[in-house]
């Protein structure tokens, strides 16, 4: 018999459990030696994406949004909020703050393969809303994509400079909009 668990951890993100009576047909193709065993798979490249896409769903459904998720990875969205009769398809980054207390969200996305690495720009009319999580403030924070040209800044606390023109401060992006 063959058995998994998936979880979300740190570090640990599935346990498989392998159980046969030494029969190869009853092991699923898994040598035999590992039969009775625990065996731990780390996979580590969604970790993050994921739990953005968690403390959204919590986030949003505080707010009082019907969370609904796309069968699909291949969706421009990660999710779909719903009230009050408005369906809002959420695309959700995870970003840390950079050196300077900032956020900085691109509106592209990007990805690698055999030729390099490659970046396009999103398309806003697929998108109504951005939620970008940050783990250093442990929140989400909430903006139309169709505010903004090709990126977006925000601040967690004043620039040194104290500069106040065009300084978007994340307290003013907590709730959707």
Not at 19 to 32: F, L, M, R, V, Y
Not at 65 to 87: M, R, S
Not at 112 to 132: E, F, N, S, W
Request: hydrophobic letters at 35%; proline letters at 5%.
């Amino acid at each position: 018999m063959l058995s998994g668990l998936h979880c979300i951890g740190e570090t640990l993100t599935a346990i498989l459990v392998i159980w046969a009576d030494g029969n190869p047909e009853e092991t699923h193709g898994i040598p035999s030696r590992w039969c009775g065993s625990v065996i731990f798979m780390a996979h580590h490249t969604k970790e993050k994406g994921d739990l953005g896409v968690l403390k959204a769903q919590v986030s949003l459904y505080e707010q009082g949004y019907l969370i609904l998720q796309p069968i699909t990875e291949h969706a421009p969205f990660d999710l779909v909020a719903y009230k009050d009769g408005q369906f809002k398809r959420v695309q959700v980054k995870y970003k840390s703050l950079d050196k300077t207390g900032a956020l900085t969200v691109h509106f592209r996305s990007s990805w690698a393969d055999k030729h390099g690495t490659h970046m396009r720009p999103v398309d806003k009319d697929q998108i109504d809303l951005y939620c970008i999580y940050c783990p250093n403030t442990n929140d989400c924070y909430y903006l139309d994509p169709n505010d903004f040209d090709k990126s977006v800044t925000l601040r967690v606390e004043a620039p040194k400079n104290n500069q106040s023109v065009n300084v978007k401060f994340t307290a003013d992006f907590r709730g959707v909009p």
